[in-house]
């Protein structure tokens, strides 16, 4: 086992003391039902287990350094360790799948620190809350005759309603072309803090400049099974693609504690910067844990219960993917 690894079973019971106190869900729970779901792959990550490598930069914009002191809107460009990414623990999913694809950014901010975004191609998370995404995933494990139970599925998403929302998304739009093709979400609240603490509730989206394309249907029955990391570095050899990262200006009402609710569309909305990719296909990103809790001063989490519960599973990911488990 290598020294980070040990490092972080050493702090692991730290990671799992942070679970939300009013949770009966850990986040090796859901570790474990990945793993029931996809199969074991050792050394792999236990979610978005399918993904590539990009490095770029961030230019954050002048608006920005109006609503937060975070030196991530310092003026000046900073290093991204960009992975995209599908859904779910499975290393070959279906790359034409009508499934979320994700996103993780690690920004190495000026003293040294980094700040993490983690967000799906979604604006909705699949549940309100740990224990309805968790229960969700368990209608999914296959019967005694090795099927998945749908009529089982259907009976939890009517007496879940929250966990609608992705799902309707999902079938109303075709999955991306392209990993820079598509718009991504980060599904949480946070809040943009100012040199004078004055806080301001927002989602944050990133938005690709070139515009989203999706998939055709003829395109979805024809494409191989993996094609999406080949595509991205393709267009990388032949010149940047970039995202404008925005910020989603929630008022009173809106919740910050459901990520599957969706803010509406009327919200105000400012550009944080732009997010450029310079090139892709390396393994660094390996090596990085994108828990979205991990943020810089200036930014701060919400009290959303699926977000505190991240930082859990994801430290329990990122240790057996270390110790090659």
Not at 90 to 108: H, L, M
Not at 161 to 175: E, M, R
Not at 193 to 200: A, P, S
Not at 307 to 325: E, H, P, Q, W
Request: proline share 7%; hydrophobic share 35%; charged share 20%.
């Amino acid at each position: 086992m290598g020294h980070l690894a040990r490092l972080f079973f050493l702090l692991l019971p730290t990671f799992l003391l942070s679970s939300p106190a009013n949770s009966a869900v850990q986040g090796n729970d859901f570790i474990e039902v990945f793993e029931q779901l996809s199969g074991k792959h050792p050394g792999v990550r236990k979610g978005h287990a399918k993904g590539v490598c990009a490095l770029g930069s961030f230019s954050p914009s002048k608006e920005a350094a109006l609503y937060s002191h975070a030196n991530l809107f310092s003026g000046q460009d900073i290093k991204a360790s960009i992975r995209f990414s599908m859904a779910g623990g499975n290393p070959y999913a279906d790359e034409t799948a009508r499934s979320p694809r994700g996103i993780g950014v690690q920004f190495s901010l000026p003293n040294g620190a980094v700040h993490n975004i983690a967000g799906l191609t979604t604006p909705v998370f699949p549940g309100k809350d740990p224990e309805t995404f968790l229960g969700l995933l368990k209608t999914l494990l296959p019967n005694e005759q090795g099927k998945v139970d749908f009529a089982k599925l259907a009976e939890y998403r009517q007496a879940h309603p929250s966990t609608l929302p992705q799902f309707n998304w999902l079938q109303s739009h075709n999955p991306p072309s392209s990993y820079s093709r598509a718009q991504y979400f980060g599904i949480h609240a946070f809040y943009l803090v100012d040199e004078k603490g004055q806080k301001t509730k927002f989602k944050w989206r990133l938005v690709p400049d070139e515009g989203e394309l999706p998939l055709t249907e003829e395109q979805m029955a024809q494409l191989p099974k993996s094609f999406l990391a080949k595509k991205l570095q393709q267009e990388l050899s032949d010149g940047q693609r970039s995202f404008d990262l925005q910020a989603i200006i929630g008022e009173a009402q809106d919740p910050v504690n459901d990520p599957s609710q969706a803010w509406p569309e009327s919200r105000k909305v400012i550009s944080l910067g732009k997010l450029t990719m310079h090139s892709a296909g390396d393994d660094h990103c390996e090596k990085i844990n994108y828990d979205p809790n991990v943020l810089a001063k200036g930014v701060l989490a919400s009290s959303d219960p699926v977000l505190k519960l991240r930082s859990v599973a994801y430290a329990i990911s990122f240790a057996k993917r270390l110790s090659g488990n």
